[in-house]
Structures are given as structure tokens and as C-alpha cells.
């Protein structure tokens, strides 16, 4: 009899530690935990419907994007990696433009001699800069001779040295070697400025043909005589580069032979896609000029120079899109010539977000 009642305490004792032990696991996995993939996002309660092992549950310390979504170069810390959706955005809308096929002879080039040349090094801070004419590239250029150490500050740089390319100690990835430059293009922090393709075709007109400010006279005195000769439908004018000239040389499609002879002054009219190949190199951040005063901080944030190193002030207004002065300058262009322009940079037009021009599609 004692046996038995032994027994039976023993079976309720087990009762109770089975019920315990039930109510301990209820409460545990009905605990909340953050949705690693909702990084960003208000979080709801992830509730577990099945016992599972708690060293595989886990929350990161930092998001972890998609492989396609990764910038190369330097790795961007928690705060850096919630960057402005706008820049994700730039670079998914790149993508999906480099992967239509019907675009693809406007997006895609070789990563040639000529691009290498475009892109300027600091290897200090592991960073590749890649130089698009008429887009505010002088400022940029005087951040990375201050990273690279050739000034202390921007403003004891002086205008004629910033691009004197023996001088200002910017290398051009175009002089290391291969394996050298393919291990910069893997590991280093990547970008570029943009601007609205036009405006910029207006600014390159304007500041190598018209004010021509740091007196080039090879512009005036050989390239516009060059495209006049072959573009000017009246000869007997006698005056200087007009816009409708350009306009016709950069929509011909055999320019090429013209700009063999130019050479590497092309470099200000050329697409975006020829001077940097954004379809080849995995860039970082693509700037927009006209979001400058944003973005000029994010990309010093993003690759971690903005405690070092900070863009030069923003004259007002300055990249504000001017669409009265796009519509001035192409007011006297033929349809037929505007439209072979955007021919041949409808690739910048759609790889970057920007619109088709009103006046074209009337």
C-alpha cells in the first residue's frame, strides 16, 4: 500500500512538472521577434507556430540586401546601409535598362582605354571617380586632391592645377596595370554625376564654344570650323559655331569620323555611357546635378570621407533643371534633327530617369 501511494504521488509530481514545463514552452514561442527582411519597416510580432532551435533565430546587427543590391567598394555601416530610397532606386532602374535588349547598343560599350582615362583614383580612401564633363566634375576632382593629399583644403587649390593631370595628383585608372585595375574596379567605392543630357549638350555648347573661359582655343579655331564645314546647311554664313551646327554633328550617326580628329575633347559632348560604361563597372551612387545639395553629402557620407572632406558651397539655383533655357536653345532645331539627337542619347535619357523632352513628343 505505501508502494502505491508512492507511486501515484510520483505520477502526480509528474503531472504537474509535465504541465509546467508546457506553459514555459507556450510562453516562448509566442515571444516577438523583429523580421530580419523588414529592416526599416514597423515590425509585428513574428509568431512561431513550431518549436524551433534558439540558436538559429537570431536578429542581425545590419540589413543585408541582395547580392544585386551590394555597392562594392567600401562596406557601409548600420546608419549608412538605410540610405535614401531614391539612390536604390537609381541604381534597380540602371539595372533593368542595362538588361533590355532593345536598348542595348545605347547602354552597353567596352571598358576601353578611353573610359579608364575618365576615371580618377584615390587610392588612400579607395575610391574611383568617374569624370563626366559639364556636371560640376571640377568640384569633385578638388575633393579627391584633398583626399589624395596633394592640398590640405580646397581653397588652396589653384584653378589652373585642378586640371593639369600631371600636376594635381588625381591618377587615371588607366595607368595601373590590369590586374591592378580590375582589383580597384572589384574593391573600391564607385559613382558618378548626371545631369538632364540636353542641359548638359547646352552647357558643353556654351562653355567650349561661346564664353570659352580658360581660353582653349583649339575649340574655335579647329573643332567648330571642322563641324561647320560639314554641317552648315547655308555656307555663306560667315559667323561663328551656331547650336543647329552641333546639334546636327552630335545626331549624325557616322559623327565617329569627326570625332577620331577631335580626339579626347569629345569628352564633354559624349554620352554618359561612353565615358563611364555603367553597364559594365557596378557603380556605388549615382549622383544626380540636379540634386546636388543632397546627394554631394550622401556620397562623402557613403564612402566615408564626410568627417575629412566637404563639397564645396552651392551657388543657389545653380542646378535647379532649366527647362525654359532646353526649350530656348532647341526652339530653332528642326524635329528631324532634335530627334536624331535623341537618338543617339535616348541610352542616357533611360538609364538615368530622365524624361523625354515635351517639345519632342509635340
Not at 510520483?10 to 510562453?27: D, E, N, P, Q, R
Not at 583649339?218 to 554664313?237: L, M, V
Not at 543657389?316 to 524635329?335: A, D, W
Request: charged residues 25%; hydrophobic residues 40%.
Amino acid at each position: 500500500m505505501p508502494d502505491n501511494m508512492h507511486h501515484q504521488w510520483l505520477l502526480l509530481a509528474a503531472c504537474f512538472w509535465v504541465i509546467f514545463m508546457f506553459m514555459v514552452a507556450s510562453k516562448f514561442i509566442t515571444l516577438t521577434f523583429k523580421d530580419p527582411d523588414g529592416y526599416g519597416a514597423k515590425q509585428e510580432p513574428l509568431v512561431l507556430t513550431a518549436v524551433t532551435k534558439v540558436e538559429e533565430v537570431h536578429v542581425p546587427e545590419e540589413k543585408r540586401w541582395p547580392e544585386e543590391f551590394q555597392p562594392t567598394g567600401k562596406a557601409f555601416s548600420g546608419n549608412l546601409i538605410r540610405q535614401p530610397l531614391v539612390h536604390m532606386e537609381r541604381l534597380e532602374l540602371l539595372r533593368n535598362v542595362c538588361r533590355d535588349t532593345a536598348l542595348r547598343n545605347l547602354s552597353h560599350t567596352a571598358v576601353s582605354k578611353f573610359v579608364l582615362d575618365r576615371i580618377f583614383v584615390c587610392d588612400k580612401h579607395k575610391i574611383l571617380f568617374c569624370q563626366t564633363p559639364k556636371v560640376g566634375n571640377t568640384q569633385w576632382k578638388k575633393v579627391l586632391i584633398v583626399l589624395n593629399g596633394a592640398f590640405s583644403s580646397i581653397e588652396e587649390i589653384p584653378e589652373n592645377i585642378v586640371h593639369d593631370h600631371e600636376k594635381n595628383g588625381l591618377p587615371r585608372l588607366s595607368s595601373f596595370s590590369d590586374s591592378e585595375i580590375k582589383k580597384r574596379l572589384n574593391l573600391y567605392f564607385k559613382f558618378f554625376i548626371v545631369r538632364d543630357p540636353f542641359e548638359r549638350l547646352i552647357s558643353a555648347f556654351k562653355d567650349k564654344f561661346v564664353h570659352n573661359p580658360r581660353f582653349e582655343p583649339w575649340y574655335r579655331h579647329e573643332i567648330a570650323p571642322g563641324i561647320i564645314r560639314k554641317y552648315r546647311k547655308n555656307r555663306t554664313e560667315t559667323k561663328g559655331l551656331q547650336f543647329e551646327d552641333f546639334v546636327r554633328y552630335l545626331g549624325d550617326p557616322n559623327h565617329r569620323w569627326l570625332d577620331v580628329q577631335f580626339g579626347d575633347h569629345i569628352i564633354h559632348w559624349v554620352t554618359y555611357v561612353e565615358l563611364c560604361a555603367p553597364c559594365e563597372i557596378t557603380y556605388s551612387v549615382i549622383g544626380h546635378h540636379e540634386t546636388l545639395e543632397d546627394d554631394a553629402p550622401y556620397i562623402l557620407k557613403a564612402a566615408g570621407i564626410d568627417h575629412l572632406v566637404s563639397y564645396p558651397t552651392i551657388p543657389p539655383g545653380i542646378t535647379v533643371y532649366n527647362k525654359t533655357k532646353v526649350e530656348r536653345y532647341f526652339s530653332g532645331i528642326s524635329k528631324r534633327d532634335i530627334r536624331r539627337l535623341y537618338a543617339r542619347f535616348e541610352g542616357d535619357f533611360k538609364l538615368f530617369g530622365y524624361r523625354e523632352p515635351d517639345f519632342l513628343l509635340n
